[in-house]
């Protein structure tokens, strides 16, 4: 069993950058994702990041967006650039191995 916990997000406008964390309780060796849900859609996969740190991204966010990990493996990343108010949506890590998700943070893009 696996927590894990995001924050970072908030009210940005567009063109502008946010960093989203995501904290486990325990090192993960395993891949790890990052989904989004807007309101009225479903829960989209947005990127992931293998044990290795190969990585891979949905083509709404390729060039955008980076996802990252840290040598413990307890936290992961999303840089998250160039903004655009479609990307509004509450953001999710996810364990996969684990079926863990995350509470999940708000990230807002308007004007």
């Known amino acids: 069993q696996v927590q894990l916990v995001e924050s970072g997000g908030g009210l940005v406008q567009p063109g502008g950058s946010l960093r989203l964390s995501c904290a486990a309780s325990r090192s993960i060796f395993s891949p790890m994702n990052w989904y989004r849900q807007a309101p009225g859609k479903q829960r989209e996969l947005v990127a992931l990041?293998?044990?290795?740190?190969?990585?891979n991204y949905a083509d709404f966010v390729k060039g955008r967006f980076t996802i990252s990990r840290d040598n413990t493996k307890k936290n992961i990343y999303l840089q998250m650039n160039s903004l655009k108010p479609e990307d509004t949506a509450v953001y999710y890590c996810n364990a996969p191995q684990y079926n863990s998700w995350g509470q999940g943070t708000q990230v807002t893009v308007s004007s």
């Open positions: 990041i293998t044990s290795s740190g190969s990585t």
